[in-house]
């Protein structure tokens, strides 16, 4: 069961970009609340500012006006060394390219996150555990080219995952996979979600992914159309 406590807080949010001579409004006063232990996802079509939004949350980019709060901090608020200390220890990223190192093995490419959060005790263990979570235990010692697409964004979750993090981000997982193989990943996001807890945040054009969860909020032009409750 999802806790009913507030993870995050996403309040009247505007992003604007200039590009030469032009201000591109990406978001337009999003509000949203998410709570503990939810499976979100982000609809909306190319353009939306779904990405723009999942920046605000995972604290890569600041917005222009509005304000977001991790449980009960104003990450708006903080300098870049806060920021950077939270997106090492706090979240958890998935991306649409895997973004591997093709030189590292498996249970490298998991470590990673460990060693940039500074945490290396057991590295190699816990990698591996956290392989054998998404299926891979037998593939520990593979390099990227020698796995699949489909296995590579397993890897991709086990180095999202094996630091622990209380908030997951999502762009795009199952974007650069068929159709197959993204709902083989959506459905292991929804077990680990449900396994190891943590609070997800997925965006996405695909509406097959909508079927795993809790809510859905449609967003298009940059704005909040409306909020499916699944749960």
């Known amino acids: 069961m999802v806790s009913k406590k507030l993870m995050v807080i996403v309040e009247d949010v505007h992003r604007e970009f200039t590009l030469g001579d032009h201000i591109v409004q990406a978001l337009r006063g999003v509000s949203m609340e998410i709570y503990e232990g939810e499976f979100v996802v982000v609809l909306g079509p190319s353009g939306s500012g779904k990405t723009t939004l999942l920046n605000q949350i995972g604290g890569i980019d600041s917005p222009t006006k509005g304000t977001v709060t991790i449980k009960g901090d104003e990450i708006t608020k903080w300098k870049a060394g806060e920021l950077g200390y939270y997106r090492r220890h706090n979240v958890g990223w998935i991306f649409q390219f895997f973004n591997l190192i093709p030189s590292l093995r498996a249970w490298e490419n998991t470590g990673l996150a ?26 520990v010692d593979r390099f990227p080219s020698q796995l699949s697409g489909g296995e590579q964004q397993r890897v991709a979750i086990a180095r999202a995952l094996v630091k622990n993090p209380s908030i997951v981000v999502a762009d795009e997982p199952t974007g650069n996979l068929d159709f197959i193989t993204g709902q083989k990943i959506a459905n292991l996001m929804n077990h680990l979600n449900k396994t190891f807890g943590g609070t997800y945040i997925v965006v996405s054009h695909d509406l097959s992914i909508t079927e795993k969860a809790d809510r859905v909020f449609h967003l298009r032009d940059g704005r909040i159309e409306s909020v499916e409750d699944h749960s």
């Open 114 to 139: 460990l060693e940039f959060s500074g945490d290396r005790k057991d590295l190699k263990e816990r990698a591996c555990k956290m392989l054998e979570a998404v299926g891979l235990g037998d593939k």
